[in-house]
T-cell receptor, first 112, second 116 residues
Framework: AQSVTQLDSHVSVSEGTPVLLRCNYS??????LFWYVQHPNKGLQLLLK??????LVKGINGFEAEFKKSETSFHLTKPSAHMSDAAEYFC??????????FGQGTELSVKP | NAGVTQTPKFRVLKTGQSMTLLCAQD?????MYWYRQDPGMGLRLIHY???????AKGEVPDGYNVSRLKKQNFLLGLESAAPSQTSVYFC???????????????FGSGTRLTVV
């Protein structure tokens, strides 16, 4: 069965410093992986996706993620945090029947 | 093109009351899903449908029923609401498992339900 584990429930960074949100996945086949973002009291927005093409995936707003099969990881990074990045981030894997399985979420706080 | 529309956006229920959440999509998607979001637990699948007239249980189906009488609509019902059902509910849709694996879902904006 597919699953994802987000290793941090909360991450706090200062504006202008790098962001790292960690995600490990478990899958019996080559997975599709996604990162979604949810700003306070808003819906879910797709940040980026990995679908077995390039292992380094670029998304919106300067975010990127690297698929590492040997480490079963799909960590989300951004070189320089902005105040507007404060939100909750979900790592998601698609199972073989097309259902999305969500991680527990990581809340990102950005300090001025 | 409205995408996925959820109604209502907010609702407060008393314990034991019933209600129906409506999800409507105008993209001719076959697959529709209902999730609930709770702090620290991500989104968990309640029920889903792979086409008109079909429904199936997800991870947390107890206390909920669903119907998909029309392709574009997916209804989530609470027959006797409980405080444990206080949550944010998201509907989502997709054309097929292959498109989900390539593009993810199209999500609605959510319904915030409080049961007192």
């Amino acid at each position: 069965a597919q699953s994802v584990t987000q290793l941090d429930s909360h991450v706090s960074v200062s504006e202008g410093t790098p962001v790292l949100l960690r995600c490990n996945y478990s899958s019996s086949y080559s997975p599709s992986l996604f990162w979604y973002v949810q700003h306070p009291n808003k819906g879910l927005q797709l940040l980026l996706k990995y679908t077995s093409a390039a292992t380094l995936v670029k998304g919106i707003n300067g975010f990127e993620a690297e698929f590492k099969k040997s480490e079963t990881s799909f960590h989300l990074t951004k070189p320089s945090a902005h105040m507007s990045d404060a939100a909750e981030y979900f790592c998601v894997v698609s199972d073989i029947r097309g259902k999305l399985i969500f991680g527990q979420g990581t809340e990102l706080s950005v300090k001025p | 093109n409205a995408g996925v529309t959820q109604t209502p956006k907010f609702r407060v229920l008393k314990t034991g009351q019933s209600m129906t959440l409506l999800c409507a999509q105008d993209m001719n998607h076959e697959y529709m899903y209902w999730y609930r979001q709770d702090p620290g637990m991500g989104l968990r699948l309640i029920h889903y449908s792979v086409g008109e007239g079909t429904t199936a249980k997800g991870e947390v189906p107890d206390g909920y029923n669903v119907s998909r009488l029309k392709k574009q609509n997916f209804l989530l019902g609470l027959e006797s609401a409980a405080p444990s059902q206080t949550s944010v509910y998201f509907c989502a849709s997709s054309y097929s498992p292959r498109t989900t694996q390539s593009y993810g879902y199209t999500f609605g904006s959510g319904t915030r339900l409080t049961v007192v």
